[in-house]
């Protein structure tokens, strides 16, 4: 019995270094594991903290950068042969889109209404009604046919709003303050003189919020009273 119990001995102390190696080895690993979990916790952390670059640009002496990506925007709405003075007559069809920047949106969704830096791009396409094989109504040509830029900005604008149109340059200077543009949106934006009476799928979170602004909900009043 004594040699079996030698080599089962024997055995056992040559089986010990196996068993140290395997668990060092595992620590190790262990520790690797953890460094690179706390390596992603760190940069989570990081990127979490780091405010994103949006809002609007300018150059040097106070131009607006167009946004080059707002179609990859949030898309508010498509208006077709809209006008606000009936006097115009046009010759064509015309479809305006209009397009918001993400981080504006979420607020809205959340408050009813616009923080600053919002940027709002209304893009001017003609209509077509002839082409491949639709036989009725009208559809949007490729070709755009104007661009122009809503922003708030209260800290650079004396009413916190300002337009800015675009063709195909890359900056603009701010439309006057004597224009129509301004007196108009003042007067008959439902909120914070942007036309959200023609964003479908924000106008019933203004109101659910109740950030209508007094002269809209004044003026829709109005019709119904009659």
Same mark, same amino acid.
């Given at each position: ?6 080599a ?6 040559q089986?010990a270094?196996?068993?140290h190696?395997? @668990?060092?080895?595992?620590?190790k #690993?262990t *520790?690797v594991l ?5 390596? !992603?916790?760190?940069?989570? !952390?990081r990127?979490?903290? *780091? /405010?994103s670059?949006w809002?609007?640009?300018y150059t040097?002496?106070?131009q607006?950068k167009? /946004?080059?990506d707002?179609?990859?925007?949030v898309?508010l709405?498509?208006?077709f042969?809209?006008?606000?003075n /009936?006097?115009i007559?046009?010759?064509?069809? +015309?479809f305006?889109n209009? &397009?918001?920047?993400?981080? @504006?949106?979420k607020a &809205?969704?959340?408050?009813? %209404?616009w923080?600053?830096?919002? +940027?709002l791009?209304?893009?001017v ?5 002839k082409? @491949?094989i639709n036989?009725?109504g009208?559809?949007q040509?490729t070709?755009v046919m ?5 922003v ?11 337009? !800015?149109g675009?063709d195909?340059a890359?900056?603009a200077? +701010?439309v006057p303050?004597?224009a129509?543009c301004? %007196?108009?949106h003042?007067?008959h ?5 942007? !036309?959200v009476?023609?964003? /479908?799928?924000?106008l019933? #979170?203004?109101?659910?919020k109740?950030?209508? @602004?007094?002269s ?6 109005a019709?119904?009273?009659?």
């Amino acid at each position: 019995m004594q040699p079996e119990g030698d080599a089962t001995q024997a055995a056992g102390w040559q089986a010990a270094p196996h068993r140290h190696d395997t @668990s060092a080895m595992l620590t190790k #690993i262990t *520790t690797v594991l953890l460094a690179v979990v706390v390596l !992603f916790s760190a940069a989570a !952390f990081r990127q979490t903290a *780091t /405010p994103s670059n949006w809002g609007p640009q300018y150059t040097a002496d106070g131009q607006l950068k167009f /946004p080059e990506d707002y179609r990859q925007w949030v898309y508010l709405t498509s208006g077709f042969d809209m006008s606000y003075n /009936p006097a115009i007559a046009m010759d064509h069809h +015309m479809f305006d889109n209009v &397009f918001v920047n993400p981080e @504006s949106y979420k607020a &809205f969704v959340e408050t009813g %209404t616009w923080p600053d830096k919002t +940027m709002l791009v209304l893009e001017v396409r003609a209509g077509k009604n002839k082409g @491949s094989i639709n036989q009725a109504g009208h559809y949007q040509d490729t070709a755009v046919m104007g661009r122009e830029v809503h922003v708030k900005d209260e800290a650079r604008f004396p009413g916190k709003w300002a337009f !800015f149109g675009f063709d195909e340059a890359k900056t603009a200077k +701010m439309v006057p303050l004597a224009a129509e543009c301004y %007196t108009c949106h003042s007067t008959h934006a439902a909120v914070d003189t942007t !036309f959200v009476q023609f964003y /479908p799928t924000l106008l019933p #979170i203004a109101k659910s919020k109740g950030t209508l @602004s007094a002269s809209y909900q004044k003026e829709t009043a109005a019709p119904a009273a009659k």
